[in-house]
């Protein structure tokens, strides 16, 4: 696991002087310590990813106490009071069938939510199988694979969900699926990399000279090595499948009404954008510092994750 | 050269015959046809308008006229305007997005290039606090969020410009910036990580102290070697300004391409969609030629085979 983390010098590094230290005055830099314990200290100390997780923390917190906490019921219509102002009773106002902007705007953070995990999820399977057979195998396989890959990579990303989720019906899986089925090319791309040198490395020929199975080196060498890398790529692709759940919710192709999302909101709050500006900006705001927040966490888990990166 | 070149145009080939035939073949699967309208029609009707149309024979057949039609620049009929050809549908909003996309990379580029090289030549300095700044801002903020706070703020509160629309110049604005300073923000990144790290090299301490003038030694050794990496995130850049334009002539209400697609998606348009995804599809992948074209010359380290 912790193979190619700087976290002790290798004894072997110090016997061939190439630290230039004599080997008796050895004295390890600091103690020893996993690649993830290591990282995730160093990812405390990053202010701004910091901020980021307590903020994303907030949101998962509230999205998942949705029905605990007295909110008013997010599909209830209020007819006579649509397009009020925020007040005391309904801190973020209402909309124009007189619902609840509050409650559909927490209600809303769990689809996007959702569709930030669940399209996670299948771009990992499809993204770590596709790059894993490639890398791993080599050869003609990975010459088909890759070929495929860059093909499927040429159509624009956005586009494509588009098509997908318009011939598949819009529903909350069907955006899911239409996220996950495209998007898993970075990722492939990004193992196959990783694996390709990987296996050439020096711990795993000795691996394989003390009679290590190909499946065990896979397992407990490769992979291992590899979920860096991957875990920076798929915190990045948490705020763009929310984002894309908002486009497609924008443009008709979200969730069904009466249902709440971040898109929904402002597809609707866009026809009243003269009048009741609020509805807008609400769910824009929400969705913007979501959006946010994913990408300060991303970025410090890339320097954190970083093994160069030894503070 | 010139093989990198003739293999990169023959590239195309496959990439939009995978997008014609996923297009084609989602399009088909979809539940519901283009009929089936608020107001339904017979069946003897349904039968003349498939007969018409050509959705009575099989799909493989559908696909082979279609694309046969494509290859003479028939785009075949659209189903919700009986009397026009999608061709003609898609060249009347052509001019719209193709200048809302020139207008937006304009901006991208006069306002990320120099501040980019600004910001690093001025390293630590308050310029380079506010460009860092506008940097990680507007690259974070999502396009339609930006539209949004535009127009609430410069159309709504100040009256400066009109909300939506497409036409006058002062309508041009607010679109182009939302499109734009996205991008904008991206480039000034990038060109400030690529001036900070080509001003590190040796051959920038080498031409200073063979007492090279200053402005030589930016213009031959810095923006030249700079530029390459620009250069090469100028094909995502154009892709993102192409496909960004779907949602920003949405927010607008501006008649081009974007409008068409989403239009055909509700109406189950099946040849405009196809017609606008395939334009689409043939523009990325045609400006990504260009660049990777433009980027052989620009390094000529790189050698293709």
Redesign the interface.
């Known amino acids: 696991m912790t193979t190619t983390t700087a976290a002790t010098p290798s004894p072997t590094s110090v016997a061939s002087g190439r630290l230039g230290a004599a080997p008796e005055v050895y004295t390890p830099a600091r103690s020893s310590r996993g690649l993830w314990r290591d990282a995730w200290r160093r990812l405390l100390r990053n202010k701004l990813a910091l901020a980021g997780m307590i903020f994303i923390a907030f949101v998962v917190v509230v999205a998942l106490l949705a029905d605990v906490l007295p909110l008013a019921d997010p599909t209830f219509q209020f007819p006579s009071s649509s397009y009020a102002r925020p007040s005391a009773a309904h801190p973020l106002g209402m909309d124009q069938l007189g619902r609840d902007v509050l409650s559909r705007l927490i209600h809303g953070a769990r689809v996007s939510l959702a569709v930030a995990v669940f399209a996670q999820a299948i771009i990992l399977v499809i993204g770590l199988f596709v790059g894993g057979m490639a890398g791993y195998f080599g050869g003609r396989i990975d010459n088909w694979l890759m070929r495929f890959t860059d ?2 990579y ?7 969900v ?3 989720t ?4 819009a529903s909350l899986t069907n955006i899911f699926l239409a996220i996950g089925l495209v998007n898993w090319t970075n990722l492939a791309r990004l193992v196959r990399g990783q694996l390709l040198t990987l296996r050439e490395r020096e711990f795993v020929t000795a691996a394989r000279s003390i009679g290590a199975p190909a499946w065990r080196i896979l397992v407990s060498h490769l992979l291992p090595n590899a979920a860096g890398p991957v875990t920076v790529q798929l915190t990045y692709g948490l705020p763009q499948a929310i ?1 894309t759940e ?2 497609l919710s ?4 979200g969730v069904r009404p009466p249902q709440a999302s971040w898109g929904t909101m ?1 597809q609707q709050g ?1 026809e009243a ?2 009048s009741a ?1 609020h509805l ?2 609400f769910p ?2 929400a ?2 510092l979501t ?2 927040a994913f ?1 300060f966490v991303g970025d410090g888990l890339r320097d954190a994750l970083d093994p160069q990166n030894t503070r | 050269m010139t093989r990198f070149i003739i293999r990169r145009i023959l590239w195309l080939v ?2 939009l015959v ?2 014609s035939l ?2 084609f073949t ?2 088909h ?3 519901g046809g283009p009929w089936d309208k608020e107001k339904p029609v017979s069946a003897q009707v349904q039968a003349n308008l498939n007969a018409r149309y050509n959705l009575d024979k099989p799909a493989w057949q559908q696909y082979l006229l279609y694309m046969q039609g494509v290859l003479h620049g028939d785009l075949g009929p659209s189903y919700t305007y009986q009397d026009r050809s999608v061709t003609d549908i898609i060249l009347q909003g052509v001019p719209t997005t193709a200048s809302l996309g020139a207008l937006a990379a304009l901006l991208a580029l006069v306002v990320g290039v120099p501040l980019g090289v600004i910001a690093a030549t001025r390293q630590n300095t308050g310029i380079d606090y506010a460009a860092i700044g506008f940097g990680t801002m507007f690259a ?3 396009t ?2 930006l539209g ?2 535009l ?2 703020v410069v159309a ?1 509160d100040l009256h400066l410009v009109p ?1 939506s629309g497409w036409g006058k110049p002062t309508q041009y604005i607010l679109p182009v910036f939302t499109l734009g300073l996205n991008q904008a923000a991206l480039l000034t990144r990038i060109t400030r990580a690529s001036v900070l790290d080509v001003s590190r090299q040796d051959f920038m301490r080498t031409a200073r102290a063979k007492g090279l003038r200053e402005v030589l030694v930016v213009q031959r050794h810095l923006l030249k070697n700079a530029l390459i990496p620009i250069v090469t995130v100028l094909g995502p850049v154009l ?1 993102f300004l ?2 960004g334009s ?2 920003v002539e ?2 607008f209400s501006i008649p081009g391409i974007g409008r068409l ?2 239009q055909g ?2 109406q189950r348009d099946y040849s405009l ?1 196809m017609g606008t ?1 395939l334009l ?2 043939f523009v ?2 045609g400006l ?1 030629l260009v660049v990777d074209v433009a980027y052989a010359f620009i390094d000529p380290r790189i050698t293709y085979r």
């Open positions: 093909v499927f040429a159509f624009p990303d956005l586009l494509f588009i098509i997908i318009a011939a598949l019906g984002f908002a486009v924008f443009i008709g192709l402002i866009n954008i003269l500006p807008v900006l824009a705001v969705l913007a959006m946010l990408n | 496959p990439v995978f997008v996923i297009t989602l399009m699967v979809t539940p974070s903020v999502p339609f969020v949004f706070v127009i609430i709504l909300t892709a192409l496909v779907l949602v949405q927010i697609l989403v998606i509700s969609i995804t689409y599809a990325i992948a990504n």
